[in-house]
């Protein structure tokens, strides 16, 4: 089993829509998640960070953990066409010494105008 | 833009060469980690390095090396390469090695083994 998995898509939706995306990981022991947005032929840029479990917003993203179920969420609200890029969520091990980011494979959006 | 540059963009190289890539971390920054994206897949983590000592490693071979400066840029050196070498390479600056702080990626450098 992979430490994190990611659907990787394509997702597509009209532009407007509320987006999910959607994470599991399987070691309990991970306490910080990101979600790292990244547009074609470029580096992953960081969107949001969540430390243990509950909901962060920024604009019209939210970010959600959910502990008990190992289950992590970005919410994209009246998303819009330059929202179009692959967004990858990870998580790392707090205390490591190394602090090496685990990453799921990336899920491909589109929003169509 | 993170501040965080990388050299060169492009790279052709063929199957038994060696390569090196460049990295030059966010000013501040005192540890660099280096990532291998392959085509659809997320990024895997190399090797991390902290006030120029390799502080972590991933799965990856010792013909992965790297090296640090004190001006806390970064080479990544691939030796004897292979066809599933050819990926995105990563690096990102985090201002220390623990865990909880922002990693900022560079743009990668595209290697293509041929």
């Known amino acids: 089993q992979k430490e994190v998995e990611q659907d990787p898509g394509p997702l597509s939706v009209p532009e407007g829509a509320i987006v999910s995306l959607n994470c599991t990981y399987s070691?309990?022991?991970?306490?910080?998640f990101m979600w790292y947005r990244q547009y074609s032929r470029k580096g992953p840029e960081l969107l949001m960070y969540?430390?243990?479990?509950g909901n962060k917003e920024d604009g019209r993203f939210t970010a959600q953990v959910d502990k008990s179920s190992k289950y992590i969420s970005l919410f994209i609200r009246d998303s819009q066409p330059s929202d179009s890029a692959t967004y990858l969520c990870?998580?790392?091990?707090?205390?490591?010494?190394?602090?090496?980011?685990?990453f799921g494979k990336g899920t491909k959006l589109s929003v169509k105008p | 833009e993170t501040g965080v540059t990388q050299s060169p963009t492009h790279l052709i190289k063929t199957r038994g060469q060696q390569v090196t890539l460049r990295c030059s971390s966010q000013s501040g920054h005192n540890t660099v980690s280096w990532y291998q994206q392959a085509l659809g897949q997320g990024p895997q983590f190399i090797f991390q390095?902290?006030?120029?000592?390799?502080?972590g490693r991933g799965n990856f071979p010792p013909r992965f090396s790297g090296l640090q400066f004190p001006n806390y840029s970064s080479e990544l050196n691939v030796n004897a390469l292979e066809l599933d070498d050819s990926a995105l390479y990563l690096c990102?600056?985090?201002?220390?090695?623990?865990?909880?702080?922002?990693?900022?990626f560079g743009p990668g450098t595209r290697l293509t083994v041929l």
């Open positions: 990870a998580t790392v091990l707090y205390g490591g010494s190394q602090g090496n980011l685990i």
């Open positions: 390095y902290y006030r120029e000592e390799e502080n």
């Open positions: 969540t430390y243990s479990s």
């Open positions: 990102a600056s985090s201002l220390t090695s623990g865990g909880a702080d922002t990693q900022y």
């Open positions: 070691n309990s022991a991970f306490q910080y």
